[in-house]
């Protein structure tokens, strides 16, 4: 069997990635037979992922070596790749990030990305990738950077300015292919369920979908040279009437598919990450005159998101246990976008998957230096963006305010300046007053002092 690569996992108790990391190491051919380090510095959860991991090499019976730090640089050497995945108080400061911004006038119903939250997880999260990164240099010069931390783009873009030397990537789960463009083809009811698509039909669908992680857009989808497109307008707005009766009996409908719809519909695209989409977005932001057809997002609910966290840490303490079974765990489990792109490099395989990366020509009117997520086809050497073509109007616009926001949010968590953070904020497609912009700012530095760099209080 061909050595497999090393990996090293950093944050691999996230409640996302650290159990789709494991079951793909063990299961695919290619990287069962190499490394996989698990770091994190929550340790009660780190020696669940321990007993996860150990449980399934050991049900598979796969030579995967296996190597526990709470310390990332005692596990460097050696490495193939450096998947990223942490979060600084992840869930704690998105809650403070939401309802700070939303007392401000600028509701955040994700917080994580774009907007005041993800302005102030960039700050956050900036200095720590830059510390690893450093080290990374000095210990693994030649491993290959897997960035999952949101802001994907702002993490990105910053890995691009101050670490251009070192080969990186960044991803996002949601445009997770064959399954994203599988989903396309379902909806767009080429065939009805997803067990009857096969590579010779994937081949006769052109689909052109991208933009900026979170910020999507599927701009074109042809199958034998009929527009699709009408079909996935339609489906969505089937979606939109679907009502779903409340205790009352009152009917409600689903907000965020709404939106979708008023989007779609207005724009003339479909956005493809909604959730998020909605936010970035003034128009549902609650300002409106009209009353008819007002569509207003809501604030991110801090607590569903523990609720759903203390469910993630039941199944990793049961899985870990033996509560429940690892055949279970295997048979159930699915892999993770990285090491799908991993299996791929590894293998010379040229897939082609979305990924976070500078343009390169491929939006022909945008910059090369756009960090976009698009289709790419990558190896061990270099990521490559497919041609994509023009981003029809008015999307271009759209998305350039959104780089602007984090280029100026990345710029501001490097140099500690004010200036430059209002300027972020301001950015932001959702800020619409300046006094309160200010408030806000004011407001979140005070909050969260304990959590950001000393110099932005010199």
């Known amino acids: 069997m061909t050595k497999g690569p090393k990996v090293v996992l950093i944050g691999a108790a996230s409640a996302f990635f650290g159990r ?85 006038g600028m509701i955040m119903c994700s917080a994580d990305t774009i907007g005041p939250g993800g302005t102030m997880r960039t700050l956050r999260e900036i200095p720590r990738q830059n510390k690893i990164l450093k080290d990374i240099e000095k210990m693994c010069p030649d491993a290959w950077v897997i960035n999952w931390v949101n802001p994907t783009a702002a993490m990105g873009i910053a890995m691009m300015r101050h670490f251009p030397k070192i080969k990186m990537l960044a991803l996002c789960d949601g445009p997770h292919n064959p399954r994203f463009d599988d989903g396309l083809i379902v909806c767009a009811g080429i065939v009805k369920s997803h067990d009857k698509i096969t590579d010779a039909l994937r081949s006769r669908v052109d689909i052109r979908s991208g933009g900026v992680n979170h910020f999507t857009w599927l701009v074109e989808m042809n199958h034998r040279g009929r527009d699709m497109t009408p079909r996935i307008k339609s489906a969505l707005h089937r979606s939109t009437q679907a009502e779903h009766r409340a205790k009352s009996g009152e009917a409600k409908r689903n907000l965020t598919n709404d939106i979708s719809w008023q989007i779609a519909d207005a724009i003339g695209y479909v956005p493809m990450c909604t959730w998020h989409t909605q936010e970035y977005l003034p128009y549902f932001q609650g300002h409106d005159v009209a009353k008819k057809d007002v569509l207003t997002i809501k604030k991110w609910l801090v607590a569903e998101r523990w609720e759903w966290m203390r469910s993630v840490w039941a199944d990793m303490r049961n899985t870990a246990s033996g509560k429940r079974p690892i055949d279970d765990f295997l048979k159930h489990e699915t892999s993770d976008h990285a090491s799908d792109i991993i ?71 490097v140099t500690y300046d004010h200036k430059v953070l209002r300027q972020a904020f301001l950015a932001s497609m959702v800020a619409v007053s300046i006094p309160d912009v200010d408030a806000c700012i004011k407001d979140l530095l005070r909050r969260e002092r304990p959590y950001l760099h000393k110099n932005w209080y010199r």
């Open 20 to 104: 789709q990391t494991i079951w793909s190491m063990v299961s695919k051919p290619a990287l069962c037979n190499g490394t996989l380090a698990l770091v994190d510095v929550d340790v009660p959860k780190l020696r669940w992922i321990e007993k996860i991991a150990r449980r399934a090499i050991e049900a598979t019976g796969v030579p995967l070596k296996l190597e526990i730090a709470t310390d990332y640089r005692k596990v460097l050497k050696g490495a193939d790749f450096v998947s990223l995945a942490f979060a600084v108080e992840g869930v704690k400061l998105r809650g403070v990030d939401a309802d700070i911004s939303t007392r401000h």
């Open 343 to 413: 299996e791929s490099m590894w293998t010379g395989q040229r897939k082609k998957f979305y990924i976070n990366t500078s343009n390169n020509g491929a939006v022909t009117n945008m910059t090369d230096d756009a960090f976009l997520e698009i289709p790419c086809v990558v190896d061990m050497n270099r990521v490559s963006p497919l041609p994509f073509g023009e981003m029809p109007r008015p999307l271009p616009g759209f998305l350039q305010r959104v780089l602007d926001e984090h280029e100026l949010a990345v710029e501001a968590a």
